[in-house]
């Protein structure tokens, strides 16, 4: 299992190498997850279960986001949340179909920063999701 400050390696986080992109000064980390709130990877100073409970989450505030959309201008689609904390922010953009990607910061961020490389990684990210062999339930490819 990982320790805060590393990224873990073994089977579980073997996608954690999509996320090297946003470890730069003022990201704590960085987790990659599904939109229904299951974590996929993650990097920086988390711990596996610190990632799986702020997928979950991170896909509950995403859904809230979802819910307000009828109070800007009639838009159907959330394209990033952020919400600012005392000591920093949390930031989810979408990933590809059904994957989100969350990022907690420190507060002296370089918030243009973190969104321009959010939203350069969502879209490797999406093209390398959609990319991936499917496996059926069984070990076979779908």
Same mark, same amino acid.
């Given at each position: /299992?990982?320790?805060? #400050?590393?990224?873990? %390696? @073994?089977?579980?986080n073997k996608l954690s190498w999509m996320l090297e992109d946003l470890t730069f000064p003022g990201v704590r980390f960085a987790v990659l997850l599904s939109e229904d709130g299951l974590r996929i990877a993650h990097v !920086?100073?988390?711990?596996? @279960?610190?990632a799986e409970r702020f997928a979950a989450a991170a896909s509950g505030l995403r859904s809230l986001g979802k819910? &307000? %959309? *009828?109070?800007? =201008?009639?838009?159907n689609t959330v394209r990033q949340n952020m919400t600012e904390?005392? *000591? !920093? /922010?949390?930031f989810i953009t979408a990933a590809g179909e059904g994957a989100?990607? !969350?990022?907690?910061? /420190?507060? @002296?961020v370089?918030?243009?920063?973190?969104?321009?490389? /959010?939203?350069? &990684?969502?879209?490797?990210? !999406?093209? *390398? &999701? #959609?990319?991936?062999?499917?496996?059926?339930? =069984? #070990? @076979?490819?779908?």
């Amino acid at each position: /299992m990982a320790t805060p #400050g590393t990224t873990a %390696t @073994d089977s579980d986080n073997k996608l954690s190498w999509m996320l090297e992109d946003l470890t730069f000064p003022g990201v704590r980390f960085a987790v990659l997850l599904s939109e229904d709130g299951l974590r996929i990877a993650h990097v !920086g100073a988390i711990s596996l @279960d610190d990632a799986e409970r702020f997928a979950a989450a991170a896909s509950g505030l995403r859904s809230l986001g979802k819910a &307000l %959309t *009828e109070f800007c =201008g009639g838009a159907n689609t959330v394209r990033q949340n952020m919400t600012e904390y005392d *000591e !920093g /922010m949390i930031f989810i953009t979408a990933a590809g179909e059904g994957a989100l990607i !969350g990022v907690s910061t /420190m507060a @002296d961020v370089d918030v243009s920063m973190v969104a321009h490389r /959010m939203n350069e &990684l969502a879209v490797r990210v !999406g093209r *390398e &999701l #959609g990319s991936l062999p499917r496996h059926r339930p =069984g #070990g @076979d490819r779908a």
